[in-house]
């Protein structure tokens, strides 16, 4: 015992940095993969709250953008209304031929929260964003965040105000992708170097692949629905020893300057989760 | 002795890392870092045990600030744990006047481009490593770490000539 403790006396500044810093690993290995508390992140009360003053002194940086941003959409909807449309029938009077259907025939499968960026970085190896909803706003875990331009990311922790996103400029993010016309489908990843370029992985080099041709999401795992934008194919490479493709897909969203995000609900992601827990694992 | 001092640089640094040079666009992957001159100008007798206790919970505010678990703190401890040693190595003839704080004014030019020069490689080359976590990604850790060592080294050489005063001449 004596010997125990007289170890411990010589080596304690060895012992106590080894504590503190396997403390610190174990935090930074452990949340990559799967949050376990929250007063560690930029979810937690305090420091959202710090963040999002912040926020509110540096959101006018981009005030005239964000209000051109606001005035497309604008525009966007109100092409939709029924005053921008021409009738195709004319000449009877305005819809005299044309057949109501009920809306009840659709239901809704997906909700979206509209929320800003309060806090992220593009430049890391991982980066996560904070947004201003959390579980009051009925944000959870697992939900898909998206832009009116493009993908963004995955709901990777949330708090009753705030929320952490994984977004699409991680290691491991693994979006259901699929290449729009031709429809070969893969998984985009994020090889860490440059913030406008992704690699989508998984599509078999026999298959000839135009350059210039769109990335949409695919809606496999239920998190997005399908045709969402990801970005453009602009190089493809064959991986060496493997029959793959290595294409590279430039972002259509420019996570340098993004501020204002949708968060979608799934409402029937319990049903698609149910059926395929049914899977036996024989079949796989 | 003043620990209000310390508790106002300490909150500097924070706020400084968390809400500006995180956020900074600087392109080719440089990340500047300055926190690391806070346990610089802590006095050189401070006991090891207590640094780390210093370095750890400056890391994890910092962490808890900007979406990175631990990765600040993983760095900072190496810092502090290698402090010590650093400034062993680089020690004048007659050792260390115990009642002053180790900068520039006290020390010199050159004994601060040593020390904290290294200081800064060890903790850029640990956090640059973590984040990465890749052998074949060597080049780019490479990269990353001396570009920024030189751009913390000069934002950490402007913001010590805003925190600490220069000492009246006739004083010493």
């Not at chain 1, 009738?87 to 025939?105: M, Q, W």
Request: charge should be positive.
């Amino acid at each position: 015992m004596r010997n125990f403790i007289a170890f411990i006396r010589r080596f304690r500044v060895l012992l106590y940095f080894a504590l503190l810093q396997g403390i610190a690993l174990a935090f930074y290995f452990t949340f990559i993969s799967f949050p376990r508390a929250q007063w560690m992140t930029t979810a937690s009360a305090v420091t959202g709250t710090i963040l999002e003053y912040r926020n509110d002194i540096t959101k006018h940086f981009n005030l005239s953008k964000n209000n051109d941003w606001l005035q497309k959409e604008n525009i966007r909807l109100r092409k939709m209304l029924k005053q921008s449309r021409i009738s195709v029938d004319s000449e009877k009077g305005e819809d005299s031929n044309v057949v109501r259907i009920d809306d009840t025939l659709w239901r809704q499968q997906y909700d979206f929260v509209a929320a800003t960026i309060i806090n992220s970085t593009h430049n890391k190896r991982n980066n996560y964003f904070t947004l201003n909803v959390g579980k009051a706003q009925g944000v959870e875990r697992g939900m898909g965040v998206f832009s009116d331009e493009g993908v963004v990311g995955i709901v990777h922790n949330s708090n009753t105000h705030y929320a952490v996103v994984k977004s699409c400029l991680t290691k491991d993010i693994n979006v259901d992708v699929l290449i729009q016309g031709s429809g070969e489908f893969g998984i985009l990843k994020w090889d860490g170097k440059d913030p406008r370029y992704g690699t989508m992985t998984g599509v078999s080099n026999d298959l000839t692949i135009k350059k210039g041709a769109k990335v949409i999401t695919r809606g496999g795992a239920a998190i997005y629905p399908r045709g969402i934008p990801v970005g453009v194919i602009t190089k493809t490479e064959v991986v060496e020893g493997q029959p793959l493709w290595d294409i590279t897909v430039k972002f259509s969203v420019d996570f340098r300057k993004l501020q204002r995000v949708y968060v979608i609900n799934n409402l029937l992601k319990l049903e698609q989760k149910e059926l395929e827990e049914n899977i036996p694992m024989i079949a796989q | 002795m003043n620990p209000f001092k310390y508790i106002g640089r300490f909150v500097f640094m924070v706020l400084i890392q968390a809400l500006f040079l995180n956020q900074l666009e600087t392109g080719l992957g440089v990340q500047g870092m300055i926190y690391p001159l806070f346990l610089l100008f802590l006095p050189v007798e401070i006991s090891v045990i207590f640094l780390m206790t210093i370095a750890f919970v400056m890391g994890m505010c910092i962490d808890a600030m900007s979406n990175t678990y631990g990765l600040h703190t993983s760095a900072l401890l190496a810092v502090a744990f290698s402090r010590p040693f650093i400034f062993d190595l680089f020690a004048p003839r007659d050792g260390y006047d115990p009642l002053i704080e180790p900068d520039i004014f006290s020390m010199g030019h050159s004994w601060f481009f040593k020390t904290y020069g290294l200081l800064l490689l060890i903790h850029h080359l640990w956090f640059f490593s973590l984040e990465m976590f890749k052998f074949s990604e060597i080049l780019l850790i490479m990269q990353k770490t001396l570009l920024s060592v030189l751009f913390s080294y000069i934002l950490s050489i402007l913001v010590h000539y805003l925190l600490v005063k220069r000492p009246k001449k006739n004083e010493i």
